[in-house]
C-alpha cells in the first residue's frame, strides 16, 4: 500500500508541472514531507475540460457513505479490482485524477523490524500518482468533502525489493486521457494502471517517518550507514 507521501514544493510549482490552474488560493501551503490518511492533499483534476488543482481529503469517501469514516479504509484503491468495488467504480468511470508527489515511502521488512525508505524520480521532478475522487455532502452540516484515493499496483523492480505493492505512476502522455471525464473505455483506462517504467531511485530513512507528527526535510534524508541502498 501506500501510507506516506510528499508534497514539499510550492504548490505553483506543481501546477506549472502538470498545467493546471488553482482552484484556491494555495500561496499559504506549508511544505509536508510526511503526508498521511485523512490530510488534506493537492491533487489535479479535470474542471469544465480545464486542468486545476485543489486540496482533497485523502482517503475516498463514496458519495452514497453515511458519514466521512469510511474514507479512513480507502487511502488506496488496488488496481486489480478497481473496476468493480462497489466504493471506487463509479469514481473510476469519470472522476480520475492526478496527486503530484516528490516521492512516496514504503517500508521494507528486515530481520531487526521494518525501514522505512523513500521512493522518488531520479531527476527529482514531480511523480504523478493515478487516484481517483469523490464528493460526499454532510446531511447533517450540509459540509461538502472532496476526497480522494492512490490507486496501486504491483511493484516495480525497484520497489519489489522494499515492499509488494506501489502507487501508480502515469507518464505525461497519459495525463490527458486519465483526466478525461468524458472517456470510460474500463480496459483501456485499466491498462494504463501498470508498474511504472520511469527512472527512479530508493534510499533508507529515519523512522521518524512512522510518526505522523513528524513533518520534517529530515524524513527524506538518507539513512547512513545502512546497507542496500536502492
Known amino acids: ?26 500561496e499559504t501551503a506549508a511544505p509536508s514531507y510526511n503526508l498521511a490518511p485523512t490530510d488534506r492533499v493537492l491533487a489535479v483534476a479535470d474542471h469544465d475540460g480545464e486542468r486545476r488543482l485543489g486540496r482533497f481529503r485523502w482517503g475516498l469517501i463514496p458519495f452514497w457513505a453515511k458519514d466521512l469514516s469510511i474514507g479512513n479504509r480507502h487511502i488506496n484503491a488496488r488496481a486489480e479490482s478497481i473496476a468493480t468495488r462497489p466504493a ?6 469519470a472522476k480520475r ?7 512516496f515511502f514504503e517500508w521494507q521488512q528486515r530481520a531487526k523490524g521494518k525501514l ?27 459540509e461538502r468533502i472532496v476526497s480522494c484515493t492512490i490507486i496501486t499496483t504491483e ?6 525489493a522494499i515492499h509488494d505493492r506501489m502507487p501508480v505512476v502515469l507518464p505525461a502522455d497519459g495525463w490527458d486521457r486519465w483526466l478525461d ?17 520511469e527512472a527512479m531511485v530508493a534510499h533508507p530513512v529515519s523512522t521518524l517517518v512512522n510518526s505522523v507528527r513528524n513533518n520534517l ?12 541502498d536502492l
Open 116 to 142: 522505512p525508505h523513500y521512493i522518488y524520480r531520479a531527476d527529482a521532478s514531480p511523480l504523478a500518482l493515478a487516484g481517483l475522487w469523490a464528493s460526499w455532502r454532510d446531511l447533517g452540516t450540509g
Open 155 to 160: 511493484p516495480n523492480q525497484l520497489v519489489a
Open 181 to 197: 471525464p468524458g472517456f470510460g473505455e474500463v480496459e483501456a483506462l485499466r491498462a494504463m494502471l501498470v508498474p511504472s517504467v
Open 88 to 93: 471506487f467504480r463509479d469514481s473510476f468511470l
Open 1 to 26: 500500500m501506500c501510507g506516506r507521501f510528499v508534497q514539499a514544493q510550492d504548490p505553483a510549482t506543481y501546477a506549472e508541472h502538470f498545467g493546471a490552474a488553482p482552484v484556491e488560493n494555495l
Open 97 to 103: 485524477c492526478l496527486i503530484p508527489a516528490d516521492g
Open 217 to 228: 526535510p529530515d524524513c527524506i534524508v538518507p539513512l547512513e550507514g545502512v546497507p542496500g
